[in-house]
Every structure is written in C-alpha cells, then in structure tokens.
C-alpha cells in the first residue's frame, strides 16, 4: 500500500491522483497519437516496476503493457487478469491546407457536429491554439438554422503566418481541466479517469493476481489497440475501465410528468461506478458481473448496473481474442459524454477504483469455475 489514507483498506482519492488526471486529460491524445499521455504513463509506471518487479513494454501500436506478478504466496499459478484503459480521446485530423491559416478537417471518433462550432482547439504536440469556425448566425438561411452545420462547412482558424500546422497533425478540445466542488470537468475524462485508476492499480496491484495492464490505443476508432494486447497478454480474464454516458438530465417526458428524474437513463452521477450487463458489443460474463456485484455489496461501495444498449469498450475486443477470454468492463459516469467539456463526480470515480482493487483483490480460481 502507498501511505495516502485508506477506508477499510480501500483507495481514496487526494490530490496526488486529481493532479495526475489533470495532467492526463490536459495532454492532447488523440486516436492513432497517443504519445502524450503514453509519456506520462510510463513515467508514472517506471519506478513502481523497477522498484518492485515486473516488465514494461510499448508494442507496434503503441499500447504499453505492463506485468505485475502476484506477491503473495498461495497453492497454485495465480490468476493472469488483464486490465485496459484506453489512452486515446476522439478529436480531429487536419486534411488540407487553405492557405491564411484556414485548415480542413476531418473527426476522429465519435463526434457531435453540434457541439463544435466556434469551439477552441490545440493542434499538435505544440497545442497551437485554434477555433473551429462556421457562418455565423447572423447569415444564415432560415432552413440552415435548423440543422447541424455539415463538415465541410467548418474550418479550423489558426491566423495567418502559422507554418507549424501540418497536414495529419491531431486537434482536440482547448477546455482545461477544472474541479467545481465535488465534480471534474475536462475534455478526455473519457477514458482518462480509467487511466489514472490502471496506474494507480499497477503502482499497488493486489498481491493475489498477475496484473497484466494495458494502456490501449486507438479505442475510439473500432478497438484496435485492445485486440494485440489481448493476443500479447492472453489472460485468464480481463477487465475494461472506461468511462460511460450518465444520461440523467431531466427528459421532456420527466418534466411533462412533473418528475425531476430521467428515468429512461443508462446510468447517473453519484451512484458509483457502473457494471456493464451488455452493451453494442459485449455481453459480460455473468460469473464476473456476480463477483463484482457481491464484492460492492460486501465491501459497501456503492454501484449501478449500465443499462444495456449501445456503445461499447474495450472488451469487444478482447473477449473474442484467441480461444475466448472472460471480459467484464467497468465504468465511472460522466455527463456530456464526446463533447468539449464533459462533468464527472470525485466520489464516482473514487469508487470506481475501489471496486477495482476490492474485486482484483477477492479473485480465485472458483470465481471461474463457477457455473456461468
């Protein structure tokens, strides 16, 4: 254990990981140059391997894996348990070079063109700062206002005389990271929240498991660094941290109803972290859904089940490598989920990283051996 204090021996959140995830969502990542935050990564990892054991490595993609043998001494091999957290947030690509410092662009990942116009972005390494422009509304037809403007009618604005933009440099939102009260708000909390959880993990993993962690790449664009990792690692099982959309703002059924509560949502802030069920591209594997639920329950951390439905994380990917792996992914909510500036709650994220540690912490051989 490090010395931050604990609560029956469970993680809390202080200011050391809240200035991490500062850093981390502050740094530009976007899928396919990831290189930022991969740096940071590693050199958080580095002296909790060299220290006390184990093996780093970057792969072809980029994903860095990192090995933690088990520390405790039992009868028989431990569990081999892989853990992801993808480093890569959604963003744009620059594509074309109109001269006076207007440049094309293309999204990378899943993005609202609703939520972009006139927005500040950092282009490149160097976050050359940037705003995506659009006909102002002054000018538009009145059809035109009714709908999201159309890629090819937004430019991103740099000023004339900027010769460090090139074309394939990445851009993401210019929203710096902020703590209001109990909550965080940031640009890439999807998935730097699971990131600051897998490093804290492989600085004190549980001593009862082989910790295989994989800071994946390229999640936002169809899972790709999660499938070599998984095929690298070939685990017992694994588990995806991520983040998830916490639709529980006020519908217009609610506030026609007289109620306050969404209730057609998939998960909410302040009601822990959530377990998936299924989503678009996974159906969890029951044993572990149980495991993870009976571990909140015993250790009284609070949970939600994700309601199924759409999107998905990296164990689409990971629970079909091989032979089969059994996969369960794990989420903190966050509001306004692929937007420039999303909201997530301290306490969510706190026990999301709880449950973590609890669930590695209680894993045996019978948790498999289990009928499914």
Known sequence: MNPQSRENDLPVIHDEQINLLERLCNACAVSGDEGEVRLIVLEQVRAAVSSRGGEIKS??????????????????APLRVMVAAHMDEIGFMITQDEDKGYYRFDTVGGIDLRTIAGKPVWIGHDHIPGV???????????????????LDSLRIDVGPGNSKVKLGDRATFATPFARLGPSLRAKALDNRL?????IELV?????????????????EVGLRGARVAAYHFNPDLAIA?????????????????????????????????AI?????????????????????????????????????????????TRAGIPSISISTPVRYFHTPA???????????????????????????????
């Open 59 to 76: 792969d072809a993609l980029g994903n860095v894996l990192v090995t933690r043998p088990a520390s405790a001494s039992g009868q028989g």
């Open 132 to 150: 995506i422009g659009v006909k102002a509304i002054h000018l538009l037809q009145p059809d035109e206002r009714s709908r999201a403007p159309s």
């Open 194 to 198: 699971g990131v600051a959880i897998l």
């Open 203 to 219: 600085k004190n993993p549980p001593p009862n498991i082989e910790l295989l962690a994989a800071f994946t790449v390229q999640e």
């Open 241 to 273: 941290l991520d983040s998830t959309p916490a639709y529980d703002m006020p519908s217009q059924e609610d506030l026609d109803a007289g109620r306050v509560e969404n209730t057609t949502y998939n998960s909410r802030l302040d009601h822990g972290p």
């Open 276 to 320: 998936y069920l299924a989503d678009s591209s996974t159906i969890s594997d029951p044993r572990l859904v149980r495991h993870m639920a009976d571990t909140a329950e015993a250790r009284g951390i609070p949970y939600q089940f994700r309601q199924p439905g759409g999107g998905g994380t990296d164990a689409g990917a990971i629970h079909k």
């Open 342 to 372: 999303s909201i997530a709650r301290i306490s969510d994220w706190q026990h999301t990283w709880a449950l973590v540690y609890a669930a590695l912490g209680s894993l045996t051989p019978a948790v498999l051996s289990a009928e499914r």
